[in-house]
């Protein structure tokens, strides 16, 4: 009894030393600043990935391309494999503003918790979630199979890129001049969060995205609100009623054919969100909402229909510095996420006709001329489309699809599928390259503040996604 005990001990040991390293590891990839926009910190990241591969006698390579930030690509091959499985994660983050960030800035990893060692405990940094840790879980994974002395039972290629913040830019171009390292039987996607419920998903599909600023003008300079606030249009009434145009009390789009091109789910798919577990009375509490749109549609019902959704408004100043104005221009920034069947340049076209069809006349590109200006009462433009991509979905009944779901279950037994994410991934990119399924892996924590300040990652998440890969790598 004593002698188990003292293994017991022994154990627990070794695993707690080989946290910590993989926690010092981490920390130290997490204090390189990887903003989209900064190629030189980007490949200060991707140097520092394949010095990580170097030391695990993991052959690596840049890819690189004239424009581009180079994409790190590794493989780790076995004679005996019949299949090869591509993972794929990305280096770069979202732009940080310090001045948000509490207790600590952005690039400087804070732990907050007891120890590492503590499962509640979260690690707070930029791309500590999106998407720096699986990158770090996998490098932990191939260490515990060669400390457990087990191989790979399928041929492992990675790709690391560093340009998804972006959208993905010359991601095409890349895989179109690397087509042998592209090559593989499917890929895993190891980007996005688990299931607000904490446990484990699987997404086989990904929204699509595409997005413009709108700006709806009135008066060539801003108006004393006294003398002209009953003669001179407001430009930001009129844009409030456009916007206002587009969607009903419900949430629906009211846009004349936006849900026309949907691609219904299958079968199969739509079993599999009537098994998701019950999340949304919690998450109104979490948000502090009292019902979401469209009440009582949840929410995994929602992310399977396009959004119109209105991430940013300006016009004239608020607050302290408000003023006795009639507004010059009133601004809008707006994204439309998509699912499978929307065509992102289509589904832009019908926002433009609706548009034009509440009396607006359109500009694109550019500021409207003095002719425009005393011609036309009501007047917008649409400028700084962003043409994103197109949601992709791949079947859950394929071979792959079963393949990786049987291996998960397997660790967890609870697994969640889901048929699309809510967030968006360069799935279309891909699949246009490569023709193979694309499967969604993510291990970080829903509730990781992604894209804002803040960013955190529970620790038990990156100590499961180690499980998750090292499950993976022994995929049959």
Request: charged share 20%.
């Amino acid at each position: 009894m004593r002698q188990a005990l003292l293994c017991l001990t022994l154990t627990l040991s070794a695993a707690a030393q080989n946290r910590e390293a993989v926690f010092a590891e981490f920390t130290d990839f997490l204090k390189i600043p990887n903003v989209a926009a900064d190629p030189a910190d980007l490949r200060r990241n991707a140097d520092w990935i394949r010095s990580a591969l170097a030391r695990r006698a993991v052959p690596s390579k840049l890819l690189e391309l004239p424009g581009a930030v180079p994409a790190v690509y590794a493989e780790l091959l076995n004679p005996s494999a019949t299949e090869t499985v591509l993972f794929y994660a990305h280096y770069d983050g979202q732009p940080v503003d310090p001045k948000k960030w509490q207790e600590s800035a952005p690039f400087e990893p804070s732990l907050r918790g007891a120890r590492f060692t503590d499962p509640d405990a979260r690690l707070y940094a930029r791309a500590a979630a999106d998407d720096k840790a699986p990158i770090m879980a996998m490098l932990a994974a191939l260490d515990a199979l060669r400390q457990a002395k087990l191989t790979p039972t399928i041929n492992l290629k990675f790709l690391f890129e560093g340009e998804e913040e972006s959208g993905s830019r010359n991601l095409g171009r890349i895989l179109a001049a690397y087509p042998a390292e592209a090559s593989a039987n499917f890929w895993l996607i190891c980007d996005g969060p688990v299931h607000q419920s904490r446990r484990m998903q699987l997404y086989f599909g990904a929204r699509g995205v595409t997005a413009f600023n709108l700006t709806v003008y009135g008066p060539i300079r801003e108006l004393h609100s006294g003398h002209y606030g009953n003669w001179a249009p407001n430009p930001a009434m009129l844009l409030a009623r456009l916007l206002a145009s587009m969607k009903d009390d419900e949430g629906n789009v009211t846009i004349q054919g936006y849900y026309d091109s949907v691609e219904p789910l299958s079968e199969t798919e739509i079993a599999a969100l009537k098994a998701v577990p019950p999340i949304d009375s919690d998450l109104l509490r979490q948000f502090q909402l009292a019902r979401p749109e469209a009440s009582p549609r949840l929410l995994s019902e929602a992310i399977n229909q396009p959004s119109l959704n209105i991430r940013g408004l300006a016009s004239a100043a608020t607050g302290p510095a408000s003023a006795n104005v009639v507004p010059a221009r009133a601004e809008a920034s707006i994204d439309l996420r998509l699912v499978k069947g929307n065509d992102p340049a289509a589904m832009f076209s019908l926002v433009k006709e609706h548009i034009r069809a509440q009396g607006f006349y359109l500009v694109e590109d550019r500021e409207p001329t003095e002719t425009e200006r005393l011609t036309y009462p009501k007047l917008a433009s649409i400028q700084n489309r962003e043409p994103g991509y197109r949601a992709v979905r791949t079947s859950m009944d394929l071979p792959a699809s079963q393949q990786v779901i049987a291996n998960l279950k397997t660790i967890y037994p609870e697994l969640v599928l889901v048929p699309t994410l809510g967030g968006s991934v360069p799935l279309a990119i891909i699949e246009d390259a490569v023709h193979v399924p694309l499967i969604g892996v993510p291990i970080v924590n829903h509730d990781n503040n992604q894209h804002s300040h803040n960013e955190n990652l529970r620790l038990q998440n990156l100590w499961d996604g180690i499980e998750t890969f090292k499950a993976l790598f022994l995929l049959r």
